[in-house]
């Protein structure tokens, strides 16, 4: 277990953690299939987004905020260990956002997701989206509810990350490789990283994309619609 948070994600071979780690896993997939029943009843479509911190989460909420949400409702609830400033910044963008402050946590957990899902107002939402906490490892074993787990990297990165972060690849439903704006001023090799990606999870879609330039973002956004269930 993760002696920072008590996350099961590292690979102990002792019984008794084992035991532990199970029984935190089994109680949150309890709680993730609560969520799960009770945004299916309301028809809302839920997306859980992993990444490293500073990949570009946030903005790429902004951008689908301010690009789509008057098409379609859409609420946030956003983690960070500490600050408000995500909420601040998606509440900017016109998006119904809810903030969780998860201190020595590396991870949101689907009883964090359930009591923020009841500080927001979802009677007209048609998409919740959680960005989750910036970290590429521990959040790949909590399932919060989500239909869609949208996996991000970003170019300055640098391509080498699905290679050393199968997991996340592995767990997700989609991968977007942002900043594709940056990519005249870095040494970024966009068809390696799709190589890597190809290798660990074939198939797996993956959109280039800029929340900052905007590219990609209609190409996924119809991905994204293709998935919802019809209404
Ligand atoms: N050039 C460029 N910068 C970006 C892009 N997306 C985000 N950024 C910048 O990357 C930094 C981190 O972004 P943020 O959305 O806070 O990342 P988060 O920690 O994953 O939520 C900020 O300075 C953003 O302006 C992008 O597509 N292109
Ligand atoms: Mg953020």
């Known amino acids: 277990m993760c002696d920072s948070c008590g996350c ?27 969520n799960r029943r009770h945004l299916r009843d309301r028809a809302i479509f839920c997306l859980n987004i992993i990444s490293a911190p500073g990949s570009g989460k ?13 098409e379609t409702a859409m609420a946030v609830i956003v983690g960070d260990q500490q600050t408000d400033n995500d909420q601040r910044r998606l509440q900017e963008a016109g998006l119904a956002a809810v903030q969780i ?3 020595a946590a590396c991870h949101l957990d689907a009883d964090m997701v359930h009591r923020a899902m009841h500080k927001l107002d979802l009677a007209s939402c048609k998409l919740l989206i959680i960005e989750n906490i910036g970290n590429m490892v ?13 996996a991000v990297i970003s170019t300055p990165e640098g391509e080498d990350k699905p290679a050393k972060y199968p997991d996340l690849i592995l767990s997700s439903d989609v991968l977007l490789i942002n900043k594709v ?6 040494t970024f090799d966009l068809q390696e990283c799709c190589r890597q990606v190809e290798e660990i999870k074939p198939g797996l879609p993956v959109f280039a994309v800029s ?21």
């Not at 903005?59 to 689908?64: D, G, V, Y």
């Not at 790949?140 to 949208?150: H, K, N, Q, S, V």
């Open 8 to 34: 099961p994600a590292d690979n102990s071979t002792s019984a008794r953690r084992i035991d532990l780690a199970q029984d935190i896993l089994s109680r949150n997939n309890d709680i993730a299939g609560h």
């Open 58 to 70: 946030t903005s790429f909420l902004e951008r689908l905020g301010r690009d789509y949400g008057r």
């Open 101 to 103: 402050n998860t201190g």
């Open 138 to 150: 521990c959040p790949t074993a909590y399932d919060l509810g989500e239909e869609l787990r949208i």
């Open 181 to 186: 704006d940056l990519l005249p001023y870095l």
């Open 211 to 231: 929340a900052t330039s905007g590219e990609g973002m209609a190409a996924f956004w119809q991905w994204l619609k293709e998935r919802w269930p019809a209404e």
